[in-house]
C-alpha cells in the first residue's frame, strides 16, 4: 500500500463542477511532490456548505488504485 498526504481548499462554487459531471477527476499534488488524480466521486462525502478543505490521506494499492479516503 502506498499513502498519499494532501491539503485541499476546493470552494463550493469551485466544486459543483465536480458535482454536476463536467469534471470527472481532481488532480491534486501530495506533500512529497507525487501527483495523485482522484474520482471527483470519491470526495463527495466531504463536501460541506463552503466546499471541501482540510488534509487528507489517500491509500492506494499495488494496482494503483484508490483503497480509501480519509480526512486527517
Known sequence: MSYFYFSLNI???EYLRYYQG???RVVVR???GRTLSIPAINLRRFV???GIQGQFRATIDQ???LV???RQ
Open 30 to 32: 501530495a506533500h512529497d
Open 68 to 70: 480509501s479516503l480519509d
Open 22 to 24: 463536467s469534471a470527472a
Open 63 to 65: 494496482n494503483n488504485r
Open 48 to 50: 460541506t456548505h463552503t
Open 11 to 13: 470552494p463550493r462554487h
